[in-house]
């Protein structure tokens, strides 16, 4: 049996569902929304708190993806495929998003007591009892060839099909996780390989980009072999939560947290006009 991490072990979780709202649900809205939860769990007026999002056909970039050599014509590239982009405020590098890839953030509070590793250990324990039932081995290291390599990829025999990051807002911690679900894990890194080759160009850059290699990525449909919705990864993050804590609040976002959010959101669009000149 998978052991859950200390951090996951509350009697009660707050659950907030946005994983169907929509292609007009923006990146920018969800880390605003992070944000403002981590300030509130920070300060004890909500419980721990998980949040599933989903964004339509969107590439997440990491503050070095704004400053390569060719930024704008990456951008196009990116709008041709349909895509847009944003830059996020935690750490990391690009990510595909689409309706296929399943995001969850654990709100933690106490992020001045605890391990910035701990979090991360939370969500690797929880990913590993979340898919126990299907016999498959969930490890944790770094994939070289994936994009947004890390420490904590996490991967079916070599194959990463889910990343981590974390960011810290005052006393609360939002760890932040995509899980590719459906559809094809090597295509969506093709997009970024070439998103990195249009962008650098040729040219000599001071940061170390990854060289992509998309057979190194795959949809955990895929890896299990079988069809696997977003819906239904839901659904049993649900379950397992209930099962975790016995208890379940699926409140919205109070007044004090609109507050906010309003001001993190028009931070996050401020930091993205001035990262990206050519995101409208």
Known sequence: MQEIHELLQTNSYRFIDQSELGPTFSALQSFATD?????SVGQGRSPVTARL???HQTVVLGIPDARLPSIDEGLSFLSEKGYQAIVRNSGGLAVALDAGVLNLSFIFPDAKQVDIHDGYEAMVSFIQKLFEEEGFPIEAFEVKGSYCPGTYDLSINGKKFAGISQRRVK?????????????SGSDRAELIRQFYDIG???QETTFDYPTIKPETMASLSELFGKELTVQDVRNRILYLLYNLSGHVDTSPLDDTEMGWFDKRFDQMVARNEKALRSLK
């Open 35 to 39: 944000d403002a939860l981590a300030m």
């Open 53 to 55: 999002w989903v964004h």
């Open 171 to 183: 006393n609360g911690s939002a760890v932040q996780i995509y899980l590719c679900v459906e559809g």
């Open 200 to 202: 650098i160009n040729d």
